[in-house]
């Protein structure tokens, strides 16, 4: 929440956002130009205090999860003699991408895995992202697929604005939101390399790095 907070206060979000505009009954339209999910204003101690449905005593609240929400993301992608053909500008360029399977149950651990899997393909390794978008399905599960990358719980190139707790995870536009935004995030640091990954219902991960040109 504070990094998506502080990415919307320096308009760093505003770069990726297409504004709405809402015709209103009586009165002038609505733009809506800003998520409506973050909770810049929440504390630990209001998060702490949240009821846990799936179970007594259990950890995993409406505040550590991420939010089902409507969105759509606009992504270009093409074959380098399209791009020469329609003399088209690329701003990164697919290195490859991997998925991997993983006991239903656990489902969430799928990211790692299937990042694990990719980069070996490249010949690459953890430190060689400069950004990484990890889809946060729950807290708690994004956790264990840090841990398991070998990566801090807190590292900085990880969802650098804040990830899908904040800014919600609408479903099918998910995965090209991670790779806007990881886009983005590269253009915006002069970095070179981002994976983006995410977990797949009924036991599945999915993992994909781009490379700004």
Known sequence: QERTAAAMESGRLAKEIVPVTVPQRKG???IVDRDEHPRPDTTLEKLARLPTPFRK?????????????????????ASERAVKEYSLNPVARVLGGAVAGVEPRIMGIGPAPASEKLMMRLGL????????????????????????LGLPDDAEQVN???????????????????VLTAMRELEERGAKRALCTMCIGVGQGIAGAIERV
């Open 28 to 30: 002038e339209p609505v």
């Open 160 to 178: 650098p604005n804040g990830g899908a707790i904040a800014l919600g995870h609408p479903l099918g536009a998910s995965g090209a939101r991670l």
């Open 57 to 77: 005593n259990g950890t995993v609240t409406a505040g550590n999860a991420s939010g089902v929400n409507d969105g759509s993301v606009a992504l270009l992608l």
């Open 125 to 148: 390794g953890i430190g060689d992202f400069d950004v990484i978008e990890l889809n946060e399905a729950f807290a708690a599960q994004s956790l264990a697929v840090l841990r398991m």
